[in-house]
């Protein structure tokens, strides 16, 4: 089973995550008075940052959310990384590049923003990379053909910025000027990849089947990627109080139905769900079930490619070792040239 770990110990009493915030971690008159400058931080919406005080069970929380975000970066590069040497032309390939590239840049902000919270970069790889660790499910299914190349920009990377937008009003400061970035960047994926998808349906029969053939298969799994109905999302309410969550899965996965119907009918595309239809009472649309079961046995570890993408990420990074190695190396030999400029820095 996956669960996630850390290697952030439990220091204090009392942060039940369950517990109203006024009564998260008081155990004295000193800690009462830092958790009442902590409330009213998040009560006037400014930012918490690293050298302030925090509920451990608010650190803890980030800790979980920000390494599983930046593990889904880093596999996430995956699924599309199997497509650069078979792009169809050098701009597809040059374009795929540079996605890619960013996807890790993202993983590097994330990793960065989750450090400043006490974890460290080695403990959340190897939490990753032994599989307590979570990444989101979306990674672990398999791109059969290059239009899906094209559906993970337009689809996943339109739900990844549906559900980042928010985070960029994250209460943890690290965490949110991070975001702000990655939304900029996420924003041209899910262009590029629409764009591509516009060019394959103005092509062949076959091209245009092949689009078709892939939005069948990532629909569904794009609208589990919101994560659990707020019904059953243990951690909701507690991470909305805090300010660190802005929008519900349920409310932004129907924020990402409605923004992307019409999208597909201006491809030429029908998403594969008989229950899709407008409800002019509620001004949204509604739509059918989602396969729950499917959805835990993925984030489970049981989902098509759970161990192709964890044994090609250990691979990648014990094939990147020497690199490591020699990075520090090369830093080391920096100091003792010049001790005093690596000081100043
Ligand atoms: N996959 O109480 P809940 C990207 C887990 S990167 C796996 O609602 P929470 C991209 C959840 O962790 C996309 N697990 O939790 C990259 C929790 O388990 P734990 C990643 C999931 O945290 C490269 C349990 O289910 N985006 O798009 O309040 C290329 C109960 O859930 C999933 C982020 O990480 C899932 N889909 O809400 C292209 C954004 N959903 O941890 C694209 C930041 C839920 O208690 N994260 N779980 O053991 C978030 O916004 C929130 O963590 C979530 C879940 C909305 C994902």
Excluded at 94 to 104: H, M, P
Excluded at 213 to 238: E, H, I, T, Y
Excluded at 308 to 313: G, Q, S
Aim: net charge neutral; proline share 5%; charged share 25%.
């Amino acid at each position: 089973m996956y669960t996630q770990s850390f290697n952030v110990p439990d220091v204090r009493e009392n942060t039940d995550a369950t517990l109203p915030l006024s009564r998260v971690g008081a155990p004295d008159e000193a800690d009462a008075a830092r958790q009442a400058r902590f409330e009213d931080k998040l009560s006037a919406d400014h930012k918490i940052e690293p050298q302030d005080w925090m509920p451990e069970a608010y650190r803890k929380t980030l800790v979980r959310q920000i390494s599983q975000h930046a593990h889904s970066e880093i596999v996430g590069m995956l699924p599309e990384g199997n497509w650069i040497s078979r792009a169809p032309s050098l701009k597809r390939k040059a374009i795929l590049i540079a996605k890619v590239q960013d996807e890790g840049g993202h993983g590097l902000y994330l990793y960065s923003a989750a450090e400043t919270l006490g974890t460290s970069r080695d403990q959340m790889l190897a939490d990753l990379h032994s599989g307590k660790a979570k990444y989101s499910s979306i990674f672990n299914y398999p791109t059969l053909n290059w239009a899906d190349v094209g559906v993970i920009g337009w689809l996943v990377d339109g739900a990844a910025i549906m559900n980042q937008i928010p985070l960029c009003r994250c209460s943890y400061g690290p965490y949110a000027r991070a975001m702000i970035r990655v939304c900029k960047e996420e924003s041209f994926h899910q262009r590029q990849g629409y764009e591509s998808l516009l060019t394959l349906m103005r092509g062949t029969v076959e091209q245009k089947a092949m689009v078709q053939d892939a939005v069948n298969r990532w629909w569904w799994k794009c609208l589990a990627m919101f994560g659990p109905p707020d019904s059953d999302s243990p951690n909701s309410v507690q991470g909305m109080r805090w300010g660190i969550k802005r929008i519900s899965n349920d409310d932004l996965r129907q924020k990402f139905v409605d923004a992307t119907v019409p999208q597909a009918e201006v491809l030429g595309v029908s998403l594969p769900d008989p229950e899709l239809k407008w409800n002019e009472a509620r001004q949204h649309y509604d739509f059918g079930a989602i396969d729950w079961d499917e959805f835990w046995a993925t984030v489970n570890g049981n989902g098509p490619c759970n161990k192709e993408r964890l044994a090609t990420r250990v691979k990648a990074h014990q094939e990147g070792q020497w690199v490591r190695e020699a990075a520090l190396a090369y830093a080391h030999k920096q100091t003792q040239k010049h001790p005093t400029q690596q000081e100043a820095a």
